[in-house]
């Protein structure tokens, strides 16, 4: 068992509805570990955004710009 906060379930989705193939549950695992790593990414970002505009609450507008 892994230490996500997304279930293998969704990875498996994703990839299925992406593909209509059967998936692993190696590939579906791995999926979600680089999927929350980014979200982490993303997340930390929009964090130090909200944080320089001296506000406690992330907000779209700080996700959308740590997309960029």
């Known amino acids: 068992m892994s230490d996500t906060e997304l279930s ?9 509805d992406n593909s209509e193939r059967q998936v692993s549950a190696e590939a579906a ?19 130090a955004q909200a944080r320089d505009d001296d506000r406690k609450t992330v907000r779209l507008e700080d996700i959308e710009r740590a997309l960029e």
Not at 8 to 16: A, C, E, Q, T
Not at 31 to 46: F, K, M, N
Request: overall charge negative; proline content about 0%.
């Open 8 to 16: 293998r379930s969704v990875g498996k989705r994703i990839l299925h």
């Open 29 to 47: 695992d791995e999926l979600v570990r680089i999927l929350e790593l980014y979200a982490g990414d993303i997340a930390e970002e929009a964090v």
